[in-house]
């Protein structure tokens, strides 16, 4: 190597997915490759390292060499979720709570029974039921304490009482970690930090998991279930991190494993939380679509991600992305930050078939998965799935998918669509296999617009970025007449959530619950504020307990980040308070530019900064002053940068996608075969259009431009589709 020649370093960034696992490769110059392989779920670290392989290859490298000059690499991985969903986790754990609420877990709440459930489940209630306890009733020991609603000792805890209570556990059941949670110890730990010590006192090596430290808010149910889950998941979890880790150094990577969070952006594996993985994967989607938004200036962005298993929906307005007070996973409800994203059963690999009852056609929520898959993939399927359909009407090529690398079985989809619903629906077979793909297109298209709906946004203001691997096959049919402003594909769309990882920081999000009530106070009518002259009426024992409870998650927040490598300096940081009038349900997250309470003027910006979001949101005439205002959450939020792919903007090369033009071949379009143009992706240009019908494809995806549709090609090389104008 010449002394001017730089050694190139690489950003690696993977995503385990239900039926592909995904990488992405930058170079030191911003310029990126992307890999494919099937997720192999009872060996996530070999898929993990089969497709950073895959992408090497497409930089003429070997898997080691590739590693050897990485200087990042970024993990979101679907270990926490399955290991819940599969009930693989810590199978014998014990659990302590306050004496007289042992039944917590057991009892739940109402909507328990239906919640995280597909709706046709959730109708009939004599069928559905809370899930099984990861910690059946009989390891589970309750302890005499007390703290009150304000943070006060009212009993002290019964220290004979927690020595019987972990005895017992170990030496009837031989529990293998104990996880804790006491009423009202998110207002104040000490009970919960004594039951610690008395734990490792008597088993010095047992895994511990304290409420506290895993989830410091109100709401008994779903911060019993995070407790209890991070214990549950965390040796698995670990494990997989741990080997992954040690292979890593046996191929010379010796930075550290960063890892993608729920609530958005990275940390490294030895800091992060096990539960703060669940549901990671989807959340690098999330996290590109705001770097898109941000990369082009658009206003409004939703994210739609259609999978081999699951359409993930995200929506980031103005005022940014969206986040879920509580959490479902596995039919559990959580007490655990997470960007919101809305899922369903449907992708390439949803199974189609009759209905018994109605003799109509059904798609999913059921998936083929990657073992076996579709039909076509010939790896001993037998249901005919959507990815079956689309290679039945020509919309994939049995012999381009993942550019040529896998051979589809066309005639083998084409029988099973003719017997599992063709035949049985007296109709042709590409009648058949239209009919799947408008199925399929008409649940995605709903939840599209329950989403908007629910949340008062208008598409016309919107774009709508489509990705994964079936999401530029069908987003033209589940966008259509929704009236987004346009429709967006990319080049990596299929590894479009590995890539959005890549852009992601350092970030950690911390959440405590000081929980303190503002009594009603003057309103001056001419202002249309709350006078805020004083701290009478509320009890300083309140301001005290907020003020500690912000200095704590402050604390933990550069503790942590210190431990990521970053000094304070280099930390952002962001506070947050979840507000509401007394006596509503929902909270509203207010900005405001003081963090603790010393005096009236920082509680009169603290309250003004909620009346402002609040008449945001809900218009002026919502305000209820009379009622008083409640802080039930303080949020901590920090991040730091780190090095991102840099997107190069290309020259205009004209309109004629003729270079890219590969031939003509017949699709199945509106109950009749028609000739549409094909095209190949990597070779379209800056200002080419291309009309439809038409589809291009490309080494991982293939995009699907029906005759209505125009596409143009962006100066970043990304596809913007919209409806042609008569």
């Known amino acids: 190597m010449g002394k001017s020649e730089k050694k190139r370093q690489y950003i690696i960034y993977v995503d385990t997915g239900g039926t592909f696992s995904d990488a992405v490769i930058v170079s030191s110059d911003g310029t990126f490759v992307n890999g494919k392989a099937s997720t192999t779920p009872d060996d996530l670290e070999q898929c993990l390292f089969n497709c950073i392989e895959d992408a090497a290859r497409r930089l003429d490298k070997s898997l080691g060499e590739v590693l050897a000059d990485t200087e990042i690499l970024g993990y979101g991985t679907t270990a926490g979720t399955n290991t819940i969903l599969t009930r693989s986790g810590a199978p014998n754990l014990g659990f302590i709570t306050t004496r007289g609420f042992e ?42 304490e007390r703290t009150d609603s304000v943070g006060l000792e009212a009993i002290p805890l019964y220290e004979e009482e927690a020595r019987q209570a972990v005895r017992e556990l170990l030496e009837i059941y031989k ?119 941000k990369l082009y200036g658009f206003s409004n962005v939703m994210g739609s991600d259609v999978g081999g298993t699951s359409f993930d929906v995200c929506l980031v307005p103005e005022s940014g992305a969206l986040y879920v007070r509580e959490p479902v996973v596995a039919n559990f409800i959580l007490s655990n930050p997470m960007r919101e994203i809305i899922s369903i059963g449907a992708g390439g690999g949803t199974i189609a078939y009759i209905d018994e009852v109605t003799n109509i056609l059904r798609v999913g929520p059921k ?26 009407t020509g919309r994939i090529g049995p012999d381009y998918f993942l550019g040529g690398s896998m051979k589809l079985d066309k005639e083998a989809a084409w029988k099973a669509i003719k017997e599992k619903i063709a035949d049985p629906l007296k109709m042709g077979v590409e009648e058949a296999a239209q009919g799947i793909i408008t199925v399929i297109d008409a649940v995605m298209a709903n939840t599209l617009a329950s989403t908007l709906r629910l949340r008062g946004a208008d598409p016309n203001k919107f774009t709508l970025l489509a990705f994964g691997g079936a999401g530029p096959v069908h987003c033209a049919g589940y966008s259509a007449g929704a009236g987004f402003e346009r429709v967006m594909v990319f080049p990596y769309s299929a590894t479009f959530s590995a890539f959005g990882a890549s852009t992601g920081d350092i970030y950690h999000r911390y959440e ?52 990521e490598g970053f000094k304070k300096e280099e930390v ?155």
């Not at 004599?126 to 009989?138: L, Q, S």
């Not at 998936?367 to 290679?391: I, L």
Request: a neutral charge.
């Open 572 to 726: 952002r940081t962001n506070f947050l308070l979840e507000m509401r009038y007394g006596g509503q349900l929902h909270e509203v997250s207010a900005n405001p530019k003081v963090v603790k309470i010393s005096g009236a003027e920082d509680l009169r910006g603290i309250v003004r900064a909620f009346e402002e979001e609040y008449v945001r949101l809900y218009a002026e005439g919502a305000k209820a002053p009379e009622f008083g205002i409640e802080i039930i959450t303080a949020v901590v939020e920090v991040s730091a940068s780190v090095a991102k792919p840099a997107m190069v903007k290309n020259p205009c090369m004209g309109e004629d996608p003729k270079k890219a033009f590969k031939g003509k071949r017949q699709v199945w379009f509106d109950r009749r075969y028609v000739p549409a143009g094909v095209y190949e992706m990597k070779s379209l240009e800056h200002g080419n259009m291309v009309s439809g019908p038409a589809i291009i494809e490309g080494a991982d995806t293939t995009f699907v431009v029906p005759p209505d549709r125009v596409v143009r090609v962006d100066e970043y090389l990304n596809f913007q589709m919209t409806e042609k104008r008569a």
């Open 367 to 392: 998936s083929a998965g990657s073992q076996p898959g579709p039909v076509c993939y010939g790896r001993g399927g037998t249901q005919p799935t959507v990815t079956d359909a689309d290679v039945v």
């Open 175 to 293: 529990v293998e970690g104990i996880a804790v949670s006491f009423l009202w110890s998110f207002l104040n730990d000490a009970h919960e930090r004594r039951m610690k010590e008395i734990i490792e006192e008597m088993a010095p090596e047992l895994p511990v998991a304290l409420s506290s430290e895993t989830a410091l808010l109100i709401r008994e149910s779903s911060r019993c279930n995070s407790t209890i889950t991070n214990l549950y998941i965390g040796s698995e979890v670990r494990k997989l991190f741990g080997k992954v880790k040690k292979r890593l150094v046996s191929l010379n990577y010796t930075k550290p494993l960063l890892v993608m969070q729920a609530a958005g952006g990275l940390s490294r594996s030895e800091v992060v939380k096990p539960i703060t993985t669940l549901h990671s994967g989807p959340v690098g989607g999330l996290v590109g679509v705001e770097f898109i938004k």
């Open 512 to 563: 405590g619950s000081p929980y303190v009530v503002i009594p009603r106070l003057p309103y001056n009518v001419v202002t249309r504020l709350f006078e805020v002259k004083t701290l009478e009426g509320i009890p300083s024992e309140d301001i005290e307990r907020y003020n500690r409870i912000v200095e704590m998650l402050l604390e933990r927040a550069y503790h942590d980040m210190a431990e």
């Open 103 to 144: 039944d917590t877990t057991m009892i739940g709440r109402a909507s328990g029974r239906w919640a995280g459930r597909h709706p046709s489940e959730s109708i009939h209630m004599p069928t559905t039921d809370r899930p099984e306890p990861m910690i059946p009733r009989e390891r589970i020991r309750g302890v005499t």
